[in-house]
């Protein structure tokens, strides 16, 4: 059967799958200086953001991304105290990382303030940390940042971006990587949205050969579901720069002082568990 | 962007959202005696079944289906032997059941033949197990045979069906786990498919209730993706006659004597890591 104008539809072209949310009303839509951003209210996903032609974040459905994004990766850290996310411009995965007391300092980098300031007023909830004294908002580009940036500057570096096509391609290279490793401190770790399992092993196979060539010593990837991203299936890949990141602190997430929806400690070692295909895949 | 006909979309109604995999031709469409099944050929997920409109099988992903229904069942009982599946048309849980040694037999019920006539058709990688002596395949109604079979008949109960509507509704009742319950021997288990977290928790919910009520000692989740199916996250909840659900055969399942795509010992353990949200939601 097909779709109405009701529907807002993100067409996967390479993998020849859709998914549609039922729309109540377009809220907003401008060319921004990078991207196109439409903003939707839906029938049954609450608000909708998507940026060229793609879904971003939906109300009803972030909170597994987001948390997935920022707590695993934090709590395999020692004493992550500081942190930089590049993208993020939504504030969900900020506002996640805030919520761990050991975080002193938080910047964001994302390239598109027009992401955010929409966030502000259809996402308010995503953005209530944006006032936190630790965290610092620049609308800025990203890579240059993280090359201008002294060695020893972060703890953790997480990399919320759009697909590695566009303005996020640079984000997804040897290049970027090496730069990551040298402004992180020892310990230091990066996670990266590294996008679905079921249809995009290329892209993640090639991310683990960057990011070994960069010289991180460890990779591993979490696997997450994620609605309204294409297969419903999605992934974040972390990296330790002198690590292995088989651990984390566990008793810390058991205790964790905050609420989550998704994640917790028993989650958090299931989501390292990779299906039977994962690994031959990366090496053949 | 509407969808123009070239497209397969499910729409979930209830939900707001919706599904669609682009497709080559329209190989087959019937209306069986019990309902109408429609078999495409699509242009990356090899080929699709629906039945009432809604995806059933996709040569692409059912992989992850088939094996979460079947494997983590098998492991969790000490010495699984005699096995019925009821529903399981298609054929893919039957030929995993079968991959396991020590299984001496299994009876699959579905009430409709043409589901498993179109399946060795267009499916044909599915059913390459069906003419295994251990396998009796039965077109009858899944809970009259429950009902007329002897205490003690089985070591595992799969229920493998469609949602909990038109001819599957009477497998999500009390009524019908109490007679699986009765015709289980020691140790016995059933798993069901049991729809989304994110968007059926009220349908989980109910499923705990009847099957506590029927009797079972343990219940548990098992978490996994399935791309075709909405929200492309899935889950199967398994019931325990007389023990605790928390172990497996897990050096059974590391050492499996066959190949799979998605279970591993590891993807055991990690499936059955509920979400933070999922215990509060069952008991509020």
Not at 9 to 27: R, V
Not at 92 to 100: A, D, P, S
């Amino acid at each position: 059967m097909p779709l109405d104008e009701s529907w807002f539809t993100e067409i996967c072209e390479t993998d020849g799958s859709a998914f549609s949310l039922k729309i109540k009303q377009k809220l907003h839509e401008e060319q921004s200086e990078f991207q196109k951003i439409e903003i939707f209210e839906t029938e049954k996903f609450g608000n909708l953001m998507v940026i060229d032609g793609c879904t971003m974040v939906s109300t009803r459905d972030n909170f597994v991304y987001h948390e997935m994004m920022s707590h695993p990766v934090l709590y395999a850290h020692p004493a992550p105290k500081r942190v930089l996310i590049i993208g993020g411009g939504d504030c969900g995965t900020l506002r996640e990382v805030l919520k761990h007391p050991e975080v002193e300092l938080v910047h964001q980098i994302d390239i598109d303030e027009r992401v955010t300031r929409l966030s502000e007023i259809y996402f308010s909830e995503l953005c209530e940390s944006n006032d936190d004294p630790r965290a610092e908002l620049m609308f800025i580009d990203g890579i240059k940042w993280v090359n201008d940036a002294a060695e020893d500057s972060y703890d953790i570096i997480i990399i919320d971006s759009t697909d590695p096509v566009g303005p996020a391609e640079g984000l997804f290279s040897r290049k970027f990587y090496s730069q990551c490793f040298r402004i992180l401190g020892e310990n230091g770790l990066v996670a990266q949205q590294s996008e679905s399992p079921l249809l995009h092993m290329d892209i993640i196979k090639g991310m683990y050969q960057e990011i070994q060539e960069a010289g991180f010593i460890d990779t591993a990837t979490l696997f997450f579901p994620q609605c309204i991203y294409p297969s419903g299936w999605w992934s974040a890949t972390m990296a330790c720069k002198d690590n292995a990141l088989s651990g984390f602190r566990q008793e810390d997430a058991e205790n964790k002082p905050f609420e989550t929806q998704y994640y917790n400690a028993s989650v958090h070692q299931a989501a390292l568990s990779a299906p039977e295909f994962f690994y031959p895949k990366l090496t053949e």
